[in-house]
């Protein structure tokens, strides 16, 4: 039996967990059964990004004509060599995390799947660890719907999407949210000719009138089954067919290709929750309290385990509040999250912090919203932009912003004006008392308070 002072399952968020306290001296052991670094850098956010980002060039280029620039030929993508480029430059980072683990006396690594053998005493490869706090960051994994046929039929998920070299004629996507919509404008991007089936609508928890633009936008030039239903998929001669209900009639698609992006499900299934009293909910997420504790004592848990939050840079912020509260300011602080933000880097980008529309109505607060349009601003002019917005709303008796949401260019940078602004709880004044770079897309933003500001002032 080895006893260490943390051991920490999971090496996405879960290395915030790691090496910060091993330089203080505590004695750590690290436990990962696949690739160091965790789903962000090895299967999510980092490849997902490295490949979207040449299909937004591919994207404007296709574009480029209403700028007067032709392209003597139709731009073509080396999807192999792009596949291999994004997956080296993964794969060497997740490789550099060892040898570092290595040279530190104070950190062990495991390489294996961890599992409670009871509420304080874990089994991984066959030894036995035992530690003064364990922190559980186990992560999530794609969910696999119930569609008749699904399970005997060779589908992606987004793991195997971002490593396939040969890019597909046809595929269908299965699923409207982030994931799905991302890796599905990436494919068609490159000249795949996708069908996204969506069961209700894309982008669903949205505000809705980001989720209306979306849809309007995104449908001009993709083919989409909203409210759709599939009845069952089948393979055979290497091509996928599904048969699908949408607007009343029963369509059936066929293509070399099929992703399933409907979600994920908590990676709890593996570590022997049934020998601890460590609780989980009814979706299977662990239960934590507002100190991210479970429901044993010195077991903590953070990320996307815990069914909170679903983000890299949400879970980065629980591991660093866990390891200043506990390992520099040794004290027993609850957590308090600034607004969590988000963003889909589709083309058009959406991105969100605070409260949609909708959750002000349901939550009874006195709100003015505003909407500026792209196109409202002189570099919505040089881009010739015909579509998106930003969306303030803000409290009517304070002009305390409540939430900001952006779909158009590069609104994943532009939203962190309002991140911000209302990390430090500022109001709608606040953005009107600084200078804009003209004409930075910012600007939208500041149009935007401005409307906000005359109907605060008229209301
Ligand atoms: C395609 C895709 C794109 C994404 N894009 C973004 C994005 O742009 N921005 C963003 O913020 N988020 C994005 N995400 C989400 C993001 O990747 C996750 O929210 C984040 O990685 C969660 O971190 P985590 O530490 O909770 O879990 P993970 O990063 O999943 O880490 C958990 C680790 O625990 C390991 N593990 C699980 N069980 C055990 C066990 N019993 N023993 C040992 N090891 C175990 C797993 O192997 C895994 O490595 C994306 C996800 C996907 C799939």
Redesign the pocket.
């Known amino acids: 039996m080895k006893h260490y002072d943390i051991i920490v399952?999971?090496?996405?968020?879960?290395t915030k967990l790691v090496t910060p306290p091993s330089k203080l001296g505590y004695k750590v052991a690290a436990?990962?059964?696949?690739s160091l670094g965790?789903?962000?850098l090895n299967?999510?956010?980092i490849p997902?990004?490295m490949l979207l980002y040449p299909a937004e060039i591919m994207t404007l280029a296709a574009r480029s004509e209403k700028f007067q620039i032709r392209f003597p030929e139709k731009p073509q993508v080396d999807f192999k060599t792009l596949i291999e480029r994004i997956s080296k430059t993964v794969d060497d980072d997740s490789a550099s995390i060892l040898p570092a683990y290595e040279k530190n006396p104070n950190i062990d690594y495991f390489a294996?799947?961890?599992?409670f053998l009871s509420n304080d005493t874990i089994s991984v490869n066959g030894e036995t660890l035992k530690a003064d706090r364990i922190f559980i960051?186990?992560?999530?994994r794609p969910a696999i719907p119930d569609i008749p046929g699904l399970d005997s039929v060779p589908f992606m998920t987004?793991r195997e999407a971002?490593r396939r070299t040969e890019l597909p004629r046809s595929m269908i996507v299965i699923g409207g949210g982030f994931?799905a919509l991302?890796?599905g404008f990436a494919y068609s991007a490159f000249g795949t000719d996708v069908t996204f089936l969506v069961r209700d609508r894309m982008l669903k928890h949205e505000d809705k009138e980001i989720t209306d633009e979306f849809e309007r936008i995104f449908t001009q030039s993709h083919n989409v089954l909203l409210r759709s239903k599939i009845q069952k998929i089948e393979y055979s001669e290497n091509m996928f067919f599904a048969d699908v209900i949408a607007d009343g009639k029963t369509v059936r698609l066929e293509a070399e290709a099929l992703l399933v992006a409907t979600g994920v499900r908590a990676?709890t299934d593996?570590?022997g929750l049934e020998n601890t009293e460590i609780q989980t909910d009814e979706r299977g997420y662990i239960r934590v309290n507002e100190y991210l504790e479970t429901s044993v004592p010195n077991v903590y848990a953070?990320?996307?385990?815990i069914g909170r939050y679903?983000?890299?840079?949400s879970?980065n912020f629980e591991g660093e509040f866990l390891f200043r509260t506990l390992y520099r300011e040794k004290k027993r602080v609850p957590i308090e999250y600034p607004p969590v933000p988000?963003a889909v880097?589709t083309h058009p980008q959406v991105a969100k912090v605070g409260k949609t529309e909708e959750e002000l109505i349901l939550e009874n607060v006195d709100y003015i919203s505003v909407k500026n349009p792209y196109s409202a601003s002189a570099t919505g002019m040089a881009r010739l932009s015909d579509s998106g917005f930003i969306k303030l709303l803000a409290e009517k008796k304070t002009g305390r912003v409540l939430g900001a949401h952006a779909i158009g260019d590069e609104a994943s940078n532009v939203i962190h004006l309002f991140i911000l602004l209302m990390t430090m709880n500022g109001t709608v004044d606040d953005l009107l008392r600084m200078i804009y770079i003209h004409p930075a897309l910012p600007e939208i933003a500041r149009n935007a308070a401005r409307k906000a500001k005359e109907l605060l002032q008229t209301n």
């Open positions: 399952i999971g090496t996405g968020g879960g436990i990962e059964k696949e965790g789903t962000c299967r999510g956010c997902s990004k294996g799947t961890a599992r960051a186990a992560g999530a987004s971002l994931i991302e890796l990676n593996l570590l953070l990320g996307d385990v679903f983000y890299r840079h879970v988000h880097f």
